[in-house]
């Protein structure tokens, strides 16, 4: 997800059944130790990347004519940039000079969730990375991601992921160590 210049790929039917296919065939080919192994691996690949290439092609000529495509990208990068300061959609609007309801409204439409989704899911994913990765307290990382009650924080994220972020931490750090 790159901020500046990335591009998301809408799959229609046709190029699911034909990418789940393909990476079959990868997989399946990865797992029986065959003669000539790399060359299929690679040749599948090849076909895998020249499809994808092909379907980037086409959709980022078609995105760069649609300004609700950049707006959605500036609204993503803007969420990158200040997710730990600004946690209301309002906020990221000012910054875009344009209503709240109207970015709320092009952001749904474009990425088929409410403005607000993308916010916390750029939160959540911040805390439980901290939470696997950092010795902070809760408090701490509840600081540190722009909270200022801790157990609002607590609050949030069990909202979200239906853990505490104690639970969380405990349960990723078992999976993990």
């Given at each position: ?18 990418l ?14 065959n ?55 309002a ?5 875009l ?34 939470l ?21 924080f ?24």
């Amino acid at each position: 997800q790159n901020p500046h210049n990335g591009h998301e790929l809408n799959l229609g039917p046709e190029d699911v059944t034909f990418l789940d296919s393909t990476l079959n065939k990868i997989y399946a080919e990865f797992q029986t130790k065959n003669n000539w192994q790399q060359g299929m691996l690679m040749a599948y690949m090849h076909v895998l990347l020249i499809h994808l290439s092909r379907l980037y092609t086409t959709q980022f000529n078609i995105s760069e004519q649609a300004p609700d495509r950049v707006i959605l990208k500036k609204y993503l990068s803007k969420i990158e940039e200040s997710y730990t300061e600004l946690h209301e959609v309002a906020a990221y609007a000012d910054m875009l000079n344009i209503s709240a309801g109207h970015l709320s409204e092009l952001v749904k439409q474009q990425s088929g969730k409410p403005a607000i989704a993308h916010i916390h899911e750029r939160l959540i994913l911040e805390a439980k990375r901290l939470l696997l990765h950092s010795e902070q307290s809760i408090k701490e990382i509840a600081f540190e991601l722009g909270f200022e009650d801790a157990s609002y924080f607590n609050r949030f994220f069990k909202r979200i992921t239906t853990r505490t972020p104690v639970e969380y931490r405990t349960a990723i750090r078992e999976m993990y160590h």
